[in-house]
């Protein structure tokens, strides 16, 4: 296929959008790949497509190759099935929803995990058929609140999802190993830099669960990775490294201390190494206990304590991964008024118990550990209140912040923060969805068995931008081979007669060997087609330019920026064996 | 490729679903393409995919050969530019319409006239850029009243839909010709038999406008058609053949007479021929006045009084595409109370026009012609009642009904009515959107110049069904090659393991051929694989079965019905062979 600049509805830009902040958005919007719509939803042009095109074919390969079969959902669905999974509340704002001309409920598709289990369920009633695993690439909706970085992360984006359908734990066991092999072999022929971390399934629902993050300073997602162990996982994934317990036995009591003005963890780690205690204190020697209330939804909202060590804050998503699927809020000033035992500033384990409060603490705060705490009256902390002695936590919570220079779980070494863009993601899923549908297929044994089953996505539009974003340089894209809209961009810059048709012949032989030619054919000048060259980011550019009369060709390759000369009798093989490397 | 029905997640149903009237939608059921999710609202299973991919394909080829470039836009569409073309108001409760977490109001596209124009706008501004041809193949989304015979008129369905950009009304023209022929070589490549007629344009503005309609009994368009002349129309786009006009001079004069009882037509006929006025009357002497209120979306409703020969009904269809974009209601009890004028059943041209009330008549009701209408008293009618000379009515409307045996407008025969299905439709547009978004390009002569837009649309998923509805027998399906979902379906109908073995050689040499196989190798029996090789439709059946120990295979041609046995060495080639042909 020969593609002309001069037919091309195709217009760059040679300044940023001021919408922009990253660079894939930045130059995706610049040489006229996307243009935006609204907030989150993105129209493609033609080349724009192409690249999406060619990520959705490496995809598809990929899908096929390990068996699972593409089928097409809609995007537009009815209440009922998300209703029975409770995802129709669960997803809160996140959901499209509408209703039709007759006032019925409709949502436009986030994930079809409910929609393809009842597909199976309708198609499939014996074990004979197992194991099957379908899926779609489809555009999926997410009302995002906060849509960013172009198509990076938008609330109409293409997505591949697939759903596995095994009768064993095994099977299971198996199908998930089948797609993260999958996107390993996907990212890998795009290009993509990545790492797999441990995730927590959120909404989801289910057990094992890992992510594939694109590794990228711009990424929203913040994972910790061990380079001893290469252990890496999500910041709400990591399980903290719990010291040993200490026997209780010969541990000073606990003594109440008046400690006034001391409501933050400042204030009193200042008052404990004032008042010579015989060690020095720092933060990671007091508990400070934050109140929240948590509610299942639809059901009461209860408090909650929370109890982590005061030299580290609250990771909020940690504590909301932590919770799921309740929810929770911060309390307020009515709840102190309400709940008269909340002193603030000096909220201690003991009035929580007294009261009959849910107490969770840090998996530091093992037993025998001593800490320098509030004592539930105004102006009053503990010092050396003893867990497992002196208080007693219903459990723990995996709610605190994790730091560079954290242990890792593995006890390997420590972790490193670092910053990803989910672009992949295999759960585990388990029977939630088929129980919720009771997906019942007849055993070999001729009992009923359920299904369990797993599932898998991977955003295709997003890739695009992740491509962009780790493959380019300051004068533009450098799409990898594989998804290239071109295989090679002829510029023709010499206006001399015969050096058009020799680029229109070069263009034209190229396309009978099979290779896509994006020809630069237009009246401009060669600054600016060098530029649009460089912009548009065809890995292989051929310039047919001041050489020519010398009968010769220049070869530029966009990813190293070197060029050289060729013979122009010479060019054709020459481009073909580039190509072929 | 080879597809194993071992494997393919495919379930055949004996039964047809019992929401299913016509043929396409009952075995597109039965052979498992497609399931229904919601009313109008379907996903498609393997083959069905198949297939509909096959459909875009070819869609795709066509229009890339008329220079037209792929691009996608987004389904969730924001209100503005719908506003700004009034259409937000105008598609009614057709336009699925929904608001993100924000309230901002969005709709999911069901055409994107106004989204191409901005994004023209949006990159070019040169009279250089034009003519340029933008298409996308796409989910779409129509809240339709009467969710019909499964994918035939869906709610969310997939459509090609293009635009045109000229600066001249002959570019248009061309542009126009251009699709009209590449929708002619895709509706022969797939195998559909069709007629063009004209067609009003409905919502979409314009003028010249044609339809694609696929011959079917079971269509919901009713066309019209001159055998003698060709001449094919849209019921609604049918211009009524006016008689000459009569000069006025010598007719007899207007006279009241009683006419007690004579509300309906046909009591009027009889009290006509029973009052000996000297010629033998028909329904089609009289003149009905049929009152219905009227108005623009967001303007106040007005009366208008709609005056046929009694021997025809208002075609509701016709009716509201002459009205369009005004709406229309009946008027109702309360109406002739407000309007005293209006004596039910005795309604005539002069209170109307005493009263200021909008009068269309239907064209037949030229200068000259006598009637015998209502006298606005009760129990009273005119006889003789001239057009032209006693009345002068504002204008005319197509709203009579169009019957077998009426005269073509282009004189050259009589009219028959067919039913058809709408595939494809072709606009003219004209500058309706360019106006709205104010779309100016920089002309040859430093002017603006305002770009003129066609738009074309065909039903990709439609196509499916349809060509499904012509193309099948009762036993099942019949695909025409270039849509089937396999070139060939081999059936394994000997238990000897090598006949089996000769099975899979000859589809693995078929598949290195570059032939797509469906390979029948599960354990049923040879009449569950016989018949559901007949539903699946495949045009060629290669049957592995008795002839096995003689050496030989059959080969079955769908359409036909007729087989033949080849001898199996010579199988390979005589499929290659056939399927050449």
Redesign the interface.
């Known amino acids: 296929m020969i593609t002309r600049l001069s037919?091309?509805?195709?217009?760059t830009l040679r300044d940023d959008p001021a919408d922009a902040e990253v660079p894939s958005h930045k130059l995706l919007v610049r040489a006229?790949y996307v243009?935006r719509?609204?907030p989150g939803?993105?129209?493609?042009?033609?080349l724009g497509?192409r690249v999406?095109r060619e990520v959705e074919r490496v995809v598809r390969e990929e899908m096929d190759a390990i068996?699972a079969?593409?089928?097409?959902?809609?995007?537009?669905?009815?209440r009922e099935p998300y209703e029975t999974s409770n995802r129709w509340t669960e997803y809160g704002?996140?959901l499209?929803?509408?209703q039709?001309?007759k006032g019925n409920d409709?949502l436009?598709g986030p994930t079809h995990e409910e929609?393809f289990a009842l597909?199976v369920k309708?198609?499939?009633n014996s074990y004979k058929d197992f194991p099957?695993t379908?899926y779609q690439v489809q555009?999926k909706?997410r009302?995002e609140?906060r849509p960013r970085a172009g198509i990076l992360r938008g609330?109409?984006f293409i997505m591949k999802d697939s759903y596995s359908f095994d009768l064993t734990d095994e099977g299971l066991a198996d199908s998930y190993r089948a797609h993260r092999d999958a996107y390993e072999r996907i990212l890998a022929r795009l290009g993509v830099k990545y790492v797999i971390v441990s995730a927590t399934s959120g909404a989801m629902g289910g057990s094992a669960s890992e992510e594939f993050l694109a590794e990228s300073e711009i990424g929203e997602d913040t994972y910790v990775r061990c380079l001893e162990s290469g252990y890496a996982a999500n910041v709400e994934a990591v399980k903290t490294l719990a010291p040993q317990p200490i026997p209780l036995d010969g541990l000073p009591a606990a003594q109440v201390h008046d400690t006034p003005g001391t409501e933050s963890i400042d204030t009193l780690v200042d008052w404990a190494n004032a008042a010579e205690l015989g060690r020095t204190v720092t933060g990671a020697d007091t508990l400070k206990n934050i109140m929240v209330k948590t509610r299942v939804p639809g059901g009461e909202w209860e408090l909650l304590g929370i109890g982590i060590p005061g030299d580290r804050e609250v990771d909020e998503k940690r504590l909301e991964a932590a919770l799921e699927p309740a929810e929770y809020v911060l309390i307020t000033e009515t709840d102190f008024a309400n709940n008269p035992f909340l002193i603030k500033g000096y909220i201690g384990p003991k009035a929580l118990q007294d009261n009959d409060v849910r107490y969770l603490v840090d998996p530091r705060v093992v037993d025998g550990t001593a800490w320098i705490t509030g004592a539930d009256e105004q102006g009053k902390h503990y010092v050396d209140l003893v867990a497992g002695r002196d208080f007693t936590p219903d459990g723990t919570i995996e709610a605190a912040e994790v730091r560079d220079g954290d242990p890792s779980p593995d006890g390997a070494g420590t972790l490193v923060a670092a910053r990803g863009i989910e672009v992949g993601h295999v759960f585990q899923l388990g029977r939630k969805y088929t129980d919720a549908f009771e997906v019942n297929v007849l055993g070999e044994n001729g009992k009923p068995v359920r299904p369990t089953m797993g599932s898998y996505g991977i955003g295709v539009s997003r890739l695009v931008a992740v491509i962009a974003e780790q493959h380019h340089d300051d004068k533009g894209l450098r799409w990898p081979a594989e998804v290239s809209p071109a295989d090679v961009h002829v510029v023709i810059a010499n206006k001399d007669e015969s050096a058009r048709e020799g680029a229109e012949t070069l263009a034209s032989e190229l396309d009978k060997s099979g290779v896509s030619v994006i020809l630069d054919d237009r009246k401009s000048s060669p600054g600016v087609k060098f530029k649009d060259s460089e912009l548009l980011g065809v890995p292989l550019v051929v310039v047919v330019g001041r050489g020519w009369a010398e009968g010769k060709v220049e070869l530029r390759d966009r990813f190293t920026g070197e060029s050289r000369e060729v013979a122009t009798e010479r060019a054709l093989g020459e481009v073909l064996a580039t190509l072929r490397d």
């Open positions: 037919q091309l509805f195709l217009r006229g243009r719509i609204a939803v993105y129209s493609w042009l033609p497509l999406l068996g079969q593409e089928i097409s959902l809609p995007a537009l669905l009815p704002p996140d499209f929803r509408l039709d001309r409709y436009l929609m597909t309708g198609e499939y099957v379908l555009a909706y009302d609140q609330r109409e």
